[in-house]
């Protein structure tokens, strides 16, 4: 949305009764290595006992009032412009079933955390009228909230997307990922496809 993020709490859900408490460790200090990076300071967390592993942070951050980019502000004629490749959701299914080659996780994972200033400051030196993440909806239920939110269609041309390399290949059952199947039922009423797209880009 155009900020810069100044703090952040740990939020965690860990099964300590099951898995090593260095697995934690390692999880925590991988999210202050990227604070440090951003330039973030950590204040505190919350922990708790979860059946499998949970982490992320709520941070918070600054902004000039009348420079917060929304998914609701896109315009006529306004180009999108993906900031990462497509295909993570994927990979890290793939990687759970341990089939997914292992140059192509590293790429993901190089990727995941990748900050996002880089983005961020391109965008707002590039004027952007309209800014969205790309997390469990995917691009399309993002797309979709943006094009609902700004009274706009949007228009993709399904070739051109970035994907991470090798993607393609494991864009489909058995690794798709939970929300793939009630993402494209979020998605199907404002959805309109056109020619024979590759099934892998859907």
């Not at 859900?13 to 604070?35: H, M, N, Q, T």
């Not at 990076?37 to 949970?54: L, M, N, P, S």
């Not at 502000?73 to 997914?100: P, Q, W």
Request: proline letters at 4%; one cysteine or more.
């Amino acid at each position: 949305m155009g900020g810069t993020p100044k703090t952040a709490l740990n939020l965690v859900g860990f099964p300590d009764d099951k898995e090593s408490l260095d697995w934690l460790g390692e999880i925590v200090r991988g999210g202050a290595e990227r604070c440090q990076a951003a330039g973030t300071v950590i204040v505190g967390g919350h922990t708790v006992r979860d059946a499998e592993i949970k982490f992320g942070m709520a941070v918070t951050g600054i902004v000039h009032p009348l420079k917060i980019l929304t998914n609701a502000s896109a315009r006529a004629g306004d180009k999108l412009v993906l900031t990462k490749a497509l295909g993570t959701g994927f990979v890290t299914t793939a990687h759970k079933m341990e089939a997914c080659p292992v140059d192509l996780f590293e790429a993901a994972c190089a990727s995941m955390v990748q900050l996002n200033d880089i983005g961020r400051d391109a965008m707002l030196e590039a004027g952007a009228h309209a800014a969205t993440d790309i997390t469990g909806f995917g691009l399309a239920g993002h797309a979709y909230e943006m094009a609902e939110g700004s009274h706009a269609t949007l228009v993709f041309e399904l070739s051109r997307l970035p994907l991470l390399p090798g993607a393609e290949a494991i864009a489909r059952k058995p690794y798709l990922t939970r929300a793939s199947k009630t993402n494209a039922e979020y998605v199907a009423g404002g959805l309109r496809i056109e020619g024979k797209p590759d099934a892998s880009r859907l």
